[in-house]
């Protein structure tokens, strides 16, 4: 998400629209190279078994790249051809969707329905990105759950904070709720500027940036003990996908292994900011 953007739209925090039901644009033409931390260079095809030995992988995506979603698709296809069972959660979606997309995956939703489904739920006009991932997902009947957290409850923590929640509100969020470590308040400052908000707007956003964090891996974790003996995909925007985001709240929760890819991608400071941080950087060899 272009956080910068949704800032001054005075949207914080949001997952935040739509267009008809349209064929989506194809995607730049490439080869994809996989960066490991140690400096390595993969094909998906030789980054397949570190995948099959992970319990969760989180992909992050900027929402509605085209590119980015067909990415996420090639890698869904290349597990799914390798023998690998799924289950995939995406933050476009809450888990109040996921009855239907569950229906949808197993043939039993059209698509007219989905469509509104996915209209009601996400705020952003780009149908066509997501449409061919859906598709596929329906197409190999790997199941699909809603993760993304209540956007009321996101919005409340980013105008006011923690501290604005009642307290039976608190009780039920996901163990750490609102905690920032150092690391995490570091590198959110870093790449959206933190340095440049005013009047505890920063804290605020970061509060709830690691909200949407906790629940969202609280998500993916019931749906891995729904469905066992899955490789459990996330699928997220970029800065919930980075190693002290969603990763790490899932480590909390004792789900482990989690892999994750982040397309390496955005200026300078982001990119350098993301090396560090996942265990691969996809990157374009067009």
């Not at 739209?9 to 997952?15: D, H, N, Q, W």
Request: aromatic share 8%.
């Amino acid at each position: 998400m272009a956080i910068r953007a949704a800032l001054r739209r005075g949207v914080l925090g949001a997952a935040v629209a739509l267009v008809a039901l349209v064929t989506p644009l194809p995607c730049a033409a490439g080869e994809v190279v996989f960066r490991g931390a140690a400096g390595e260079s993969l094909t998906l095809a030789q980054l397949l078994p570190r995948l099959r030995a992970a319990r969760f992988l989180i992909l992050g995506e900027v929402h509605g790249s085209y590119r980015h979603h067909a990415l996420q698709i090639e890698v869904l296809r290349l597990l799914a051809d390798a023998g690998v069972p799924l289950a995939v959660g995406m933050e476009t979606f809450s888990p109040a969707a996921t009855p239907d997309l569950m229906r949808w995956t197993a043939g039993a939703l059209d698509s007219a329905p989905l469509y509104r489904l996915f209209e009601a739920e996400w705020s952003l006009s780009n149908w066509p990105a997501y449409r061919d991932l859906l598709y596929f997902l329906r197409e190999r009947r790997i199941p699909l759950a809603g993760i993304n957290a209540e956007e009321a409850l996101i919005r409340r923590v980013a105008s006011g904070g923690i501290d604005s929640l009642r307290e039976e509100e608190r009780r039920g969020l996901p163990p750490g709720g609102c905690t920032v470590d150092p690391r995490y308040r570091e590198l959110l400052e870093q790449v959206v500027g933190g340095e440049n908000m005013h009047n505890g707007m920063f804290r605020t956003f970061c509060e709830a940036q690691s909200l949407r964090d906790a629940i969202m891996a609280r998500n993916l974790d019931k749906l891995g003990r729904d469905y066992r003996g899955r490789l459990v995909v996330g699928l997220v925007g970029l800065y919930h996908a980075w190693k002290p985001a969603v990763p790490a709240r899932l480590a909390q929760l004792g789900s482990a292994p989690v892999v994750a890819i982040l397309p390496e991608e955005g200026p300078p400071n982001v990119v350098e900011a993301l090396r560090s941080e996942v265990d691969y950087l996809w990157q374009w060899r067009d």
